[in-house]
T-cell receptor, first 115, second 115 residues
Framework: AQSVTQPDIHITVSEGASLELRCNYSYGATPYLFWYVQSPGQGLQLLLKYFSGDTLVQGIKGFEAEFKRSQSSFNLRKPSVHWSDAAEYFCAVGLLMEYGNKLVFGAGTILRVKS | EAQVTQNPRYLITVTGKKLTVTCSQNMNHEYMSWYRQDPGLGLRQIYYSMNVEVTDKGDVPEGYKVSRKEKRNFPLILESPSPNQTSLYFC??????????????FGPGTRLTVL
C-alpha cells in the first residue's frame, strides 16, 4: 500500500543550526512530492514541490528538498534555522489514480527551535 | 484577498446532532477537498470534488457527506456526529481538476469536538 513515512515525530534544533527533515514514500512510480508547513493555529502552506527535472528543489523561506529515487526519499533541508521556523512539517505524495487522484500525507514532524 | 474560508472555526456539539461545516473559496478553483487531521496520523482525505459535476470519496468518508452545488462552496455535513469524529478539519482547493499537479490552498481549519 502507498505510504508516506516521516520517521521523526519531534526535532529540536538551535537557532542558526542546519535542519534536515526526513521523508520516505512507498510507491511504485515517481510520485508528485510536496512539503507543507503548518504554523500553530494555521492552515497548511506549501513550501515546495517536485514533479520532475532537477532533483534539488528550492522553495519558500529558504527551504530546499532533494529527491532521491534510489532511496525513495524527499528530505527537506534548511542551512540556518530561524525561531519563526518552529512549526509542524508535512511531507505529502500525490498519486495519479485511474479514478480520482490522491494526496497522501505523512504523520508530520514537529520542529522546535531553541535560542 | 484570495483565500479559503471555513466556518465555524470551533465547534462543540453532542452525539447525533447534525452539523454542517462550510467551506468557500474565492479563487475560482475547480478542485476542492476535505481533510481531517489527527495527532500521529497526519491529514487524511475525507471527500474531494474535481469540479461541480464530480465528487468522490477519499480515504475516510464514513459518517460524512458533501455537496458541490456551485464552484465556490463545498460544505461538509455530519448527519449524526460521533465522538470519533472529534478532529481538526481542513478544506482545500486548487485551480485545476487534478488536485495534485497544482498547489492546494488550505483553509484555517475547524476544530470539532463531539461529546
Amino acid at each position: 500500500a502507498q505510504s508516506v513515512t516521516q520517521p521523526d515525530i519531534h526535532i529540536t534544533v538551535s537557532e542558526g543550526a542546519s535542519l534536515e527533515l526526513r521523508c520516505n514514500y512507498s510507491y511504485g512510480a515517481t510520485p508528485y512530492l510536496f512539503w507543507y508547513v503548518q504554523s500553530p493555529g494555521q492552515g497548511l502552506q506549501l513550501l515546495l514541490k517536485y514533479f520532475s527535472g532537477d532533483t534539488l528543489v528550492q522553495g519558500i523561506k529558504g527551504f530546499e528538498a532533494e529527491f532521491k529515487r534510489s532511496q525513495s526519499s524527499f528530505n527537506l533541508r534548511k542551512p540556518s534555522v530561524h525561531w519563526s521556523d518552529a512549526a509542524e512539517y508535512f511531507c505529502a505524495v500525490g498519486l495519479l489514480m485511474e479514478y480520482g487522484n490522491k494526496l497522501v500525507f505523512g504523520a508530520g514532524t514537529i520542529l522546535r527551535v531553541k535560542s | 484577498e484570495a483565500q479559503v474560508t471555513q466556518n465555524p472555526r470551533y465547534l462543540i456539539t453532542v452525539t447525533g446532532k447534525k452539523l454542517t461545516v462550510t467551506c468557500s473559496q474565492n479563487m475560482n478553483h475547480e478542485y476542492m477537498s476535505w481533510y481531517r487531521q489527527d495527532p500521529g496520523l497526519g491529514l487524511r482525505q475525507i471527500y474531494y470534488s474535481m469540479n461541480v459535476e464530480v465528487t468522490d470519496k477519499g480515504d475516510v468518508p464514513e459518517g460524512y457527506k458533501v455537496s458541490r452545488k456551485e464552484k465556490r462552496n463545498f460544505p461538509l455535513i455530519l448527519e449524526s456526529p460521533s465522538p470519533n469524529q472529534t478532529s481538526l478539519y481542513f478544506c482545500a482547493s486548487s485551480p485545476g481538476t487534478s488536485g495534485i499537479t497544482d498547489t492546494q490552498y488550505f483553509g484555517p481549519g475547524t476544530r470539532l469536538t463531539v461529546l
